[in-house]
C-alpha cells in the first residue's frame, strides 16, 4: 500500500511526465502505454485517467504545430514552384538593371574617360555638341554620373535620327556616338514592362504578392529563424547543400526581400489610382494630368533664349540644385532637374520649368515642400533600384537581387529532387511545367522586341548598336533562355524518374 500511494499521489512524477513529453513526445506516448497497461493491471482506473490527462494535451498540440507548419511550407513550396522562374526572370531583369548605366560604361569605350583636372560645365559641354553637329537639333544634355563618365547629349540629327553623344567634360572633345538603345534602356524597359505594355507592367508588379508571400510562409514554418543568421549546417549531399544556403541566404535577404515587394505593389497602386481614379500622374508636369498641371506651349527653337543663358537663369533661381539633365523642350518648356540635400529622392523631386524666349520660371519644385504621398512618390525608384548612394548602394542591391534570383530557382531546383524521390507531388509537377513553359515562352518571344524594331528600319534611317552593346545583350538574353529551358527540363526529367518509380511500385 505504501508503495501504490507513494506511486499514484506524488505530484512531482506528474511534473517530470510533463518535462519529459515536452522534450519527446514519441519516448512519452510508448512510456503512456506502458503506464496505462501497469495501471490495468492493478486496476488502478484513476492513475489511468489522471496520466492521460495529463500528456495527451501536450501531443496534440505539439501535433497541431507540425500540422500548422506543413500547411505554411506547403504554401511556400507552391508559390516558390508556380511562380519561381516568373520571379527569377524579374529579378534576374531587375538586379542587371541596378548597374544598368556601369554596364554601358564597360561595354562602350566611347563613354569612358580619364578624369584630369576640373570637368567643364554644362554650357561648355553643349557648346561642344553644338558646334560639332550644327545641323542637328539637341535634344537635352546630362552631367556625368561619375568623374570617369563621360557627359551625354541628346541629339537629333539630319536624318531625323535620335542619337546619344559623348562628350569628355575634361577635354570638351567628342568621344563618340551612339543610338539609344543601349543597356540601360533595354534594361530598364525589359524590368517595368518585358515590352509587352500595360500587361506586361501589371504582371510585374503582381509578382510582388507572391514574393512577399514567400516571405511571411517562410517565417511560420522554419522555426526559430531569428537564431539562424549565423548557422549552417554541414551537408553530406548537394540537395541538403543547397537547401541549408536557401535557408541561410533567405534569411540574410529579408529585408530586401520587403523592400523590392512593397515598392513593387506600389508601382502597382500609383498606376491604378492614376489610370483609374484621379487620372493624376505626376504632383507637377507640363501635362494636364497632374496636381500642378503647367499648360502646354507650341515650342520654337528660334526665338529661345541660349542654352547657357537660360541654364545661368535657372541656376540663380535654384543655387542648391546639383543639375543632372536638362530638357530643352519639355511640352515647350526649358527643364531642369538635380538633387539637393533631400533624402532619397530622384532628380524628379526637384526641378524648373522656363519659359524658353523670355527666362521667365514658370514652376519651381522643391523635394522638401512636398507632401508626404509625393515625396514617398519619389523615392520609390531610388529605395527600388538602390541607387540613392551612388555605386556603393548599388553594389549592395546587385547582389542581393543575385540572391533573389538565386532563391527563386533553387526553391525550384529543390521542388525538382524531391520529385525524383516520390510520385506524391506529381499533380504539382505538371502545373510546375506548364506555368515554367508559360513564362520561358513569354520571355523568349517577347525579349527580341527592341532589336526586331531596330532592325526593321532600313535605308538611311537604320542604326546600330554599338558592338560592345550588343555583345552583352544577346549574350545576357542567350544565358536567360537557357537557364529558363534547363529548369523546365529539371522538372519534366524529375517528373519521368517519378512517374516511372510509380508505376514500378
Given at each position: 500500500?505504501?508503495?501504490?500511494?507513494?506511486?499514484?499521489?506524488?505530484?512531482?512524477?506528474?511534473?517530470?511526465?510533463?518535462?519529459?513529453?515536452?522534450?519527446?513526445?514519441?519516448?512519452?506516448?510508448?512510456?503512456?502505454?506502458?503506464?496505462?497497461?501497469?495501471?490495468?493491471?492493478?486496476?488502478?482506473?484513476?492513475?489511468?485517467?489522471?496520466?492521460?490527462?495529463?500528456?495527451?494535451?501536450?501531443?496534440?498540440?505539439?501535433?497541431?504545430?507540425?500540422?500548422?507548419?506543413?500547411?505554411?511550407?506547403?504554401?511556400?513550396?507552391?508559390?516558390?514552384?508556380?511562380?519561381?522562374?516568373?520571379?527569377?526572370?524579374?529579378?534576374?531583369?531587375?538586379?542587371?538593371?541596378?548597374?544598368?548605366?556601369?554596364?554601358?560604361?564597360?561595354?562602350?569605350?566611347?563613354?569612358?574617360?580619364?578624369?584630369?583636372?576640373?570637368?567643364?560645365?554644362?554650357?561648355?559641354?553643349?557648346?561642344?555638341?553644338?558646334?560639332?553637329?550644327?545641323?542637328?537639333?539637341?535634344?537635352?544634355?546630362?552631367?556625368?554620373?561619375?568623374?570617369?563618365?563621360?557627359?551625354?547629349?541628346?541629339?537629333?540629327?539630319?536624318?531625323?535620327?535620335?542619337?546619344?553623344?559623348?562628350?569628355?567634360?575634361?577635354?570638351?572633345?567628342?568621344?563618340?556616338?551612339?543610338?539609344r538603345l543601349n543597356i540601360q534602356r533595354y534594361l530598364r524597359d525589359f524590368h517595368r514592362r518585358l515590352f509587352t505594355g500595360n500587361f506586361g507592367f501589371y504582371l510585374i508588379c503582381l509578382a510582388s504578392f507572391p514574393l512577399i508571400?514567400?516571405?511571411?510562409?517562410?517565417?511560420?514554418?522554419?522555426?526559430?529563424?531569428?537564431?539562424?543568421?549565423?548557422?549552417?549546417?554541414?551537408?553530406?549531399?548537394?540537395?541538403?547543400?543547397?537547401?541549408?544556403?536557401?535557408?541561410?541566404?533567405?534569411?540574410?535577404?529579408?529585408?530586401?526581400?520587403?523592400?523590392?515587394?512593397?515598392?513593387?505593389?506600389?508601382?502597382?497602386?500609383?498606376?491604378?489610382?492614376?489610370?483609374?481614379?484621379?487620372?493624376?500622374?505626376?504632383?507637377?508636369?507640363?501635362?494636364?494630368?497632374?496636381?500642378?498641371?503647367?499648360?502646354?506651349?507650341?515650342?520654337?527653337?528660334?526665338t529661345a533664349l541660349p542654352f547657357q543663358e537660360l541654364l545661368g537663369i535657372a541656376r540663380e533661381a535654384r543655387p542648391d540644385i546639383d543639375i543632372a539633365s536638362v530638357t530643352l523642350n519639355r511640352n515647350g518648356y526649358f527643364y531642369?532637374?538635380?538633387?539637393?540635400d533631400n533624402l532619397l529622392v530622384r532628380n524628379r523631386a526637384n526641378k524648373i520649368f522656363l519659359l524658353p524666349n523670355t527666362g521667365e520660371v514658370i514652376y519651381n519644385q522643391r523635394g522638401e515642400e512636398l507632401s508626404p504621398y509625393?515625396?514617398?512618390?519619389?523615392?520609390?525608384?531610388?529605395?527600388?533600384?538602390?541607387?540613392?548612394?551612388?555605386?556603393?548602394?548599388?553594389?549592395?542591391?546587385?547582389?542581393?537581387?543575385?540572391?533573389?534570383?538565386?532563391?527563386?530557382?533553387?526553391?525550384?531546383?529543390?521542388?525538382?529532387?524531391?520529385?525524383?524521390?516520390?510520385?506524391?507531388?506529381?499533380?504539382?509537377?505538371?502545373?510546375?511545367?506548364?506555368?515554367?513553359?508559360?513564362?520561358?515562352?513569354?520571355?523568349?518571344?517577347?525579349?527580341?522586341?527592341?532589336?526586331?524594331?531596330?532592325?526593321?528600319?532600313?535605308?538611311?534611317?537604320?542604326?546600330?548598336?554599338?558592338?560592345?552593346?550588343?555583345?552583352?545583350?544577346?549574350?545576357?538574353?542567350?544565358?536567360?533562355?537557357?537557364?529558363?529551358?534547363?529548369?523546365?527540363?529539371?522538372?519534366?526529367?524529375?517528373?519521368?524518374?517519378?512517374?516511372?518509380?510509380?508505376?514500378?511500385?
Amino acid at each position: 500500500m505504501a508503495f501504490r500511494s507513494l506511486l499514484y499521489s506524488d505530484s512531482c512524477l506528474i511534473n517530470k511526465l510533463k518535462a519529459i513529453a515536452c522534450k519527446n513526445v514519441e519516448r512519452i506516448e510508448i512510456r503512456i502505454l506502458k503506464w496505462v497497461k501497469f495501471a490495468n493491471d492493478l486496476g488502478k482506473e484513476k492513475m489511468h485517467d489522471q496520466e492521460v490527462a495529463v500528456v495527451s494535451p501536450l501531443i496534440a498540440v505539439s501535433k497541431a504545430k507540425t500540422q500548422s507548419s506543413q500547411v505554411w511550407f506547403d504554401w511556400h513550396s507552391w508559390l516558390g514552384v508556380i511562380t519561381g522562374l516568373l520571379l527569377f526572370i524579374i529579378c534576374w531583369g531587375g538586379t542587371f538593371a541596378v548597374l544598368s548605366f556601369e554596364l554601358d560604361w564597360l561595354a562602350n569605350p566611347d563613354q569612358r574617360v580619364q578624369a584630369a583636372g576640373e570637368a567643364g560645365s554644362l554650357e561648355e559641354i553643349y557648346q561642344s555638341v553644338a558646334d560639332a553637329y550644327p545641323n542637328a537639333s539637341i535634344l537635352g544634355a546630362s552631367a556625368p554620373l561619375y568623374t570617369n563618365f563621360a557627359a551625354e547629349v541628346g541629339i537629333r540629327n539630319e536624318l531625323n535620327q535620335s542619337r546619344r553623344v559623348y562628350v569628355d567634360p575634361y577635354t570638351l572633345e567628342i568621344t563618340g556616338e551612339a543610338p539609344r538603345l543601349n543597356i540601360q534602356r533595354y534594361l530598364r524597359d525589359f524590368h517595368r514592362r518585358l515590352f509587352t505594355g500595360n500587361f506586361g507592367f501589371y504582371l510585374i508588379c503582381l509578382a510582388s504578392f507572391p514574393l512577399i508571400g514567400s516571405m511571411v510562409t517562410s517565417l511560420f514554418f522554419y522555426k526559430r529563424w531569428w537564431r539562424r543568421f549565423f548557422e549552417f549546417k554541414s551537408a553530406r549531399t548537394v540537395r541538403t547543400f543547397v537547401s541549408n544556403l536557401h535557408r541561410l541566404v533567405g534569411l540574410w535577404a529579408l529585408w530586401f526581400v520587403l523592400i523590392i515587394a512593397v515598392t513593387g505593389i506600389w508601382y502597382m497602386f500609383e498606376q491604378i489610382r492614376a489610370v483609374y481614379v484621379d487620372n493624376i500622374f505626376a504632383y507637377s508636369d507640363a501635362i494636364p494630368a497632374a496636381v500642378v498641371p503647367i499648360p502646354i506651349l507650341e515650342y520654337d527653337s528660334s526665338t529661345a533664349l541660349p542654352f547657357q543663358e537660360l541654364l545661368g537663369i535657372a541656376r540663380e533661381a535654384r543655387p542648391d540644385i546639383d543639375i543632372a539633365s536638362v530638357t530643352l523642350n519639355r511640352n515647350g518648356y526649358f527643364y531642369v532637374l538635380g538633387q539637393t540635400d533631400n533624402l532619397l529622392v530622384r532628380n524628379r523631386a526637384n526641378k524648373i520649368f522656363l519659359l524658353p524666349n523670355t527666362g521667365e520660371v514658370i514652376y519651381n519644385q522643391r523635394g522638401e515642400e512636398l507632401s508626404p504621398y509625393w515625396y514617398w512618390s519619389n523615392m520609390a525608384d531610388p529605395v527600388h533600384f538602390g541607387n540613392f548612394g551612388g555605386l556603393t548602394s548599388k553594389l549592395i542591391w546587385f547582389i542581393f537581387g543575385l540572391v533573389l534570383s538565386f532563391l527563386s530557382l533553387s526553391g525550384v531546383w529543390l521542388f525538382a529532387k524531391r520529385l525524383s524521390r516520390s510520385s506524391k507531388f506529381q499533380a504539382k509537377a505538371l502545373y510546375t511545367i506548364v506555368a515554367l513553359f508559360s513564362v520561358s515562352f513569354w520571355f523568349m518571344f517577347n525579349s527580341p522586341e527592341p532589336f526586331m524594331a531596330m532592325a526593321a528600319v532600313t535605308g538611311e534611317q537604320a542604326q546600330q548598336l554599338v558592338p560592345g552593346v550588343k555583345v552583352f545583350l544577346y549574350s545576357w538574353l542567350i544565358l536567360t533562355s537557357l537557364m529558363c529551358l534547363s529548369w523546365i527540363y529539371l522538372i519534366y526529367a524529375n517528373y519521368r524518374i517519378a512517374e516511372r518509380k510509380n508505376v514500378s511500385g
